[in-house]
């Protein structure tokens, strides 16, 4: 008798019900609040009000948690060299990037930083959802968001290792949510640099699943005449079978 290889299961999978209602609120929610759709749904937050209160490191974590979950833990993404113009191919690590927003998150209070110097102090808070939309009606919005975020004393004479302190203690808070990822680029050798906004690639990743869904429902309605509810209660196995014959026939 000899081992047959088997097709691995996926590490997680998760349901075609939860990715059709992820992809749902998502989609009907604007691009500043999805953070705080992913940590109601993921049950983090009582409700969406609640969520954007929360701070957005929050947001961005329970994204990739989502994101580590349907895609495993690594992420192809690309990058363009700004210099060159190459597209580089960058493999996302996303458990080093939760890692490293853990031991951030470790270090220090999540919700609030103090820069102390001789005669004063900054407190600056974690900005959350609400903050970001409040900011994204402001003519500037990234000077209000530091401004709603950072509290300064009356008439404060500071310096630049002040403002420094200030501005570093707030990309602390800001954490996952301000995540970039790294590479040289093979063509001219520079530093390639981007932001990584989890939000943005799991809203991408849901979006992708939830239309291959559909695709595969409306295929099984179309060619049997079932409901949407009866296609999606098959396990995916089923559902695979039904559609290589249904493929087949066609
Ligand atoms: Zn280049």
Request: aromatic share 2%; with cysteine; glycine share 4%.
């Amino acid at each position: 008798m000899r081992a047959r290889a088997v097709e691995a299961a996926p590490r997680h999978v998760t349901s075609a019900h939860a990715t059709l209602t992820l992809w749902e609120a998502l989609a009907s929610t604007v691009p500043a609040a999805r953070g705080a759709v992913v940590l109601t749904v993921r049950g983090a937050a009582e409700d969406v009000a609640a969520a954007c209160d929360a701070p957005l490191a929050a947001s961005a974590a329970a994204a990739l948690d989502e994101l580590c979950e349907r895609t495993g833990p690594t992420l192809a993404t690309v990058l363009e060299c700004t210099a060159c113009g190459q597209v580089l191919d960058v493999p996302l690590d996303l458990e080093a990037l939760a890692s490293s927003a853990q031991t951030a998150h470790d270090e220090g209070d999540p919700l609030e930083r103090r820069v102390v110097w001789e005669s004063g102090e900054v407190v600056v808070r974690a900005p959350t959802t609400s903050d970001v939309l409040d900011a994204l009606t402001a003519p500037d919005p990234a000077r209000h968001l530091r401004e709603r975020c950072e509290t300064w004393p009356p008439g404060a004479d500071t310096t630049a290792d002040v403002r420094a302190r200030v501005a570093r203690a707030a990309d602390d808070l800001t954490g996952l949510a301000g995540a970039t990822v790294r590479s040289s680029c093979p063509g001219c050798g520079r530093d390639v640099s981007a932001d990584v906004d989890v939000v943005d690639l799991l809203t991408e990743r849901v979006t992708e699943q939830a239309r291959a869904l559909l695709i595969e429902i409306a295929e099984l309605a179309a060619a049997y005449g079932w409901s949407q509810e009866s296609v999606l209660a098959m396990s995916p196995v089923r559902r695979r079978a039904y559609l290589d014959l249904v493929r087949t026939e066609w």
